[in-house]
């Protein structure tokens, strides 16, 4: 146990790629094809959740972006994702809670529009807690 | 002699079979003991006196509720609750870590308390409480 950065990045990858139409990057992207989730790094990642180097426990940020083709038509795309009791293959949230250790705690729009490459898109930034 | 950070220390419990580390699924490790103090004081004194009885103790645990096979929290005390008498034959406690050489207390206990909780914003949780049973060895791992 205790949390491997880049194995739990991948794993966070791998859930977030069963959803359909998604492309996923287990990394901080220069360059994006929408719609896409980006895997952010820990924010932060703290050591010694139990003892013995049992487990770790982080937060990381996973951006979902899509293209602000018009308002609306943005906002529909963008919610898709968000949707909370949709299944595993739609939903941001379903995809990751079903990783061992992991939940995703909240979605947050303070940061609507994000600039990626010089390009604006719709933004979503999911708060992903892991104990692992 | 130095001090040590808290994330060092372990505890090993004794299922009835063998001895399992928990340490990975636990947050604190409280070990809490006391003696009694058998008031000799008689006619005369100006201050009481008092004579050191026999011992006590109790080990507190709160962590991660975990299934794990064998080693998991959960799994741990569900079978030593299954027994007749909750007894442990024999707990290990070490509060700078478990490599040769560091301190051990060992001892034998009754799990008297075991509780779960579930908040809805955070992982599934468990304490317990072992009460010391008998002298407290002090050793090294």
């Known amino acids: ?132 | 002699m130095a001090n040590e950070h808290g994330s060092v220390s372990q505890i090993l419990i004794h299922d009835g079979s063998s001895l399992r580390n928990i340490s990975p699924y636990v947050k604190t490790i409280d070990n809490n003991q006391s003696r009694d103090a058998n008031d000799t004081t008689t006619k005369g004194a100006t201050g009481k006196t008092y004579r050191g009885g026999l011992t006590d103790g109790e080990v507190r645990l709160t962590g991660l509720w975990d299934d794990t096979a064998s080693v998991g929290t959960r799994t741990v005390f569900a079978t030593i609750k299954a027994t007749a008498t909750g007894g442990i034959q024999t707990i290990e406690v070490g509060m700078e870590g478990i490599a040769t050489g560091d301190i051990k207390e060992s001892f034998a206990g009754v799990l008297t308390q075991y509780d779960e909780s579930s908040p809805v914003d955070d992982m599934v949780a468990f304490t317990a409480t072992i009460k010391i049973s008998g002298a407290i060895t002090i050793g090294t791992f």
Do not use: E, W
């Open chain 1, 1 to 132: 146990m205790a949390i491997n950065l880049n194995t739990a990045m991948d794993t966070l990858g791998t859930a977030l790629a069963g959803i359909t139409g998604l492309r996923v990057y287990d990394y901080l992207a220069d360059n994006v094809a929408v719609p896409a989730a980006v895997v952010g790094l820990p924010q932060p990642l703290t050591y010694d959740h139990t003892h013995g180097r049992g487990t770790d426990r982080a937060t990381f940020p996973v951006y979902v972006v899509v293209g602000k083709v018009s308002d609306r038509a943005a906002r529909d795309a963008l919610a898709v994702f968000c949707d909370g009791t949709a299944g595993a293959t739609v939903s941001v949230k379903a995809a990751l809670d079903a990783v061992p250790g992991c939940r995703v705690m909240d979605v947050d729009f303070s940061n609507p529009v994000m600039s990626i490459a010089g390009a604006d898109y719709l933004a979503a930034t999911f708060h992903v807690d892991l104990v692992a």
